[in-house]
């Protein structure tokens, strides 16, 4: 099929690689000039190591192209996926700006033929039907709308896109729903080949309904894992308080198939480019609709306040003034495995921490560069190498989840720090390990 991707970003570029490395021809148009030179030279805007390799590919056998013009492409194509960011407004809200102008350069250049719009972009209940409504207006008929949110993870893009839970298929024209089953008819029946050898043992569920639910489905599924971990967040803060274990208890929960052991790992609390902005955003929906929604401003709440606890614990142990103290800071992606520092806790544990003082000295293994940014002309000072970073520390605090530290050989570690105190907001490390190895050792929801 001949396929356009509006937005070269995460989403888009993950998506369009995948559905090109499937046998269709796919161009991508981005409003961002230089993004769109870097990518024609095969170089990508972020991290994520099967989308580069899909991309060189691509660029090889001719299966994509890359635009900064709607012109060319649109007339040409079948679908038309879009993919742009639906940043969040002050006010929680998802901005809708970047999608409506996409939307009016769409209809700009369709021609008469049938074609499907496809919104990939995590938008507000009722986008599609303004959509549909808009292109209406411009007396543009011949045209479908589908809402087909995407949930794929950082740093597993291609998997996800290749072996997703389900695919969502909102709409209201079985001829559109039609073309797009054709098109992931490869990943449903898990017949792909070549990209990655897993494969799942079943068919990818595929669940058809209207553009609303399928619009409210994006929001409620990201809105329940972020629920998961404020919940089990809140009950490490009981645990803490009461001396009981949340490695334990999480375990022990989590062993009950119908709540199911994953996304409770208790800690600094959630960031990333999704989450936040997708919880404020349903939080948001909710009101605008007349429900108050209790439940996700507790979750919300929740998740502030964790930073402010875990804050509170390193003032403490560093004997309430940190003004005159050196601590270094390990993680500073949202997550493992990607270099991401969008709403990350590691970053804002930073920034309160310079706030009130402090003196930073950062590590991360794949984030420096994109925390560079972030930190220009301040106090705080970014290492390629841990080792480097703990010199002259007076505590360590790690701030995301990364395998590699558990790695880390905690007698070096401790000869250079000034003190053997290690404040660990992501429960790495075995609380009575560290003990025996020398370290005051304080976590998350645990003695
Ligand atoms: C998320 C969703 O998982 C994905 O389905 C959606 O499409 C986009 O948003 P992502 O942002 O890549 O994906 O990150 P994810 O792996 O879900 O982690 C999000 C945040 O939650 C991270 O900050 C992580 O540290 C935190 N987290 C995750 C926890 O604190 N505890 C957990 O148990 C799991």
């Known amino acids: 099929?001949?396929?356009?991707?509006?937005?070269?970003?995460?989403?888009?570029?993950?998506?369009?690689?995948?559905?090109?490395?499937?046998?269709?021809?796919?161009?991508?148009?981005?409003?961002?000039?230089?993004?769109?030179?870097?990518?024609?030279?095969?170089?990508?805007?972020?991290?994520?190591?099967?989308?580069?390799?899909?991309?060189?590919?691509?660029?090889?056998?001719?299966?994509?192209?890359?635009?900064?013009?709607?012109?060319?492409?649109?007339?040409?194509?079948?679908?038309?996926?879009?993919?742009?960011?639906?940043?969040?407004?002050?006010?929680?809200?998802?901005?809708?700006?970047?999608?409506?102008?996409?939307?009016?350069?769409?209809?700009?250049?369709?021609?008469?033929?049938?074609i499907t719009i496809v919104i990939k972009s995590t938008v507000p209940v009722g986008t599609a039907g303004w959509v549909r409504k808009f292109l209406k207006r411009t007396g543009k008929n011949n045209v479908a709308v589908i809402s087909n949110p995407e949930f794929l993870r950082e740093g597993k893009a291609v998997e996800d896109t290749l072996m997703p839970d389900r695919i969502i298929i909102g709409s209201d024209s079985s001829r559109a729903s039609k073309f797009l089953i054709d098109l992931y008819n490869p990943i449903v029946k898990q017949t792909f080949e070549n990209i990655i050898e897993e494969r799942s043992d079943d068919e990818i569920p595929l669940v058809l309904t209207t553009n609303e639910s399928a619009e409210l489905i994006k929001y409620a599924?990201?809105?329940?894992?972020?629920?998961?971990?404020?919940?089990?967040?809140?009950?490490?803060?009981?645990?803490?308080?009461?001396?009981?274990?949340?490695?334990?208890?999480?375990?022990?929960?989590g062993l009950d198939?119908?709540?199911?052991?994953?996304?409770?790992?208790?800690?600094?609390?959630?960031?990333?480019?999704?989450?936040p902005k997708d919880t404020r955003a349903l939080h948001q929906v909710a009101g605008n609709s007349g429900y108050m929604p209790v439940l996700l401003k507790a979750v919300i709440e929740v998740n502030n306040e964790q930073k402010y606890r875990f804050l509170h614990k390193i003032v403490e142990n560093l004997g309430g003034e940190v003004s005159d103290k050196t601590i270094a800071v390990f993680g500073l992606a949202f997550k493992a495995d990607t270099d991401d520092v969008r709403e990350?806790?590691?970053?804002?544990?930073?920034?309160?921490?310079e706030e009130i003082g402090a003196k930073i000295r950062?590590?991360?293994?794949?984030?420096?560069?994109?925390?560079?940014?972030?930190?220009?002309?301040?106090?705080?000072?970014?290492?390629?190498?841990?080792?480097?970073?703990?010199?002259?520390?007076?505590?360590?605090?790690?701030?995301?989840?990364?395998?590699?530290?558990?790695?880390?050989?905690?007698?070096?570690?401790?000869?250079?720090?000034?003190?053997?105190?290690?404040?660990?907001?992501?429960?790495?490390?075995?609380?009575?390990?560290?003990?025996?190895?020398?370290?005051k050792y304080i976590s998350v929801g645990r003695k």
């Open 1 to 114: 099929m001949n396929i356009s991707i509006i937005g070269a970003g995460y989403v888009g570029l993950s998506t369009g690689l995948v559905l090109a490395s499937l046998g269709n021809e796919v161009f991508f148009i981005d409003t961002d000039k230089e993004k769109v030179k870097r990518l024609k030279k095969g170089r990508l805007p972020f991290q994520e190591p099967l989308v580069e390799e899909l991309l060189r590919i691509g660029i090889k056998n001719n299966s994509v192209k890359f635009d900064f013009t709607y012109s060319g492409t649109i007339p040409k194509s079948e679908i038309v996926f879009i993919c742009v960011s639906t940043p969040p407004k002050v006010n929680g809200e998802a901005d809708l700006r970047y999608l409506k102008n996409a939307v009016k350069e769409i209809a700009k250049n369709l021609s008469k033929k049938f």
């Open 221 to 253: 599924s990201n809105a329940f894992l972020t629920t998961k971990i404020s919940f089990i967040n809140e009950i490490a803060n009981i645990a803490e308080n009461i001396g009981a274990d949340i490695s334990d208890v999480a375990r022990g929960v």
């Open 257 to 275: 198939p119908r709540i199911g052991d994953k996304f409770l790992n208790a800690g600094l609390g959630w960031g990333g480019s999704c989450f």
């Open 344 to 353: 990350s806790p590691g970053i804002e544990i930073i920034n309160r921490l």
């Open 362 to 439: 950062a590590f991360d293994p794949m984030a420096v560069e994109n925390a560079k940014l972030l930190f220009k002309n301040r106090n705080v000072e970014l290492y390629k190498d841990p080792y480097e970073a703990v010199k002259t520390a007076d505590v360590l605090v790690i701030t995301t989840e990364w395998s590699q530290f558990k790695n880390l050989d905690l007698n070096k570690l401790k000869k250079l720090l000034k003190r053997a105190i290690i404040i660990d907001g992501r429960n790495l490390f075995n609380p009575a390990q560290m003990k025996k190895a020398g370290f």
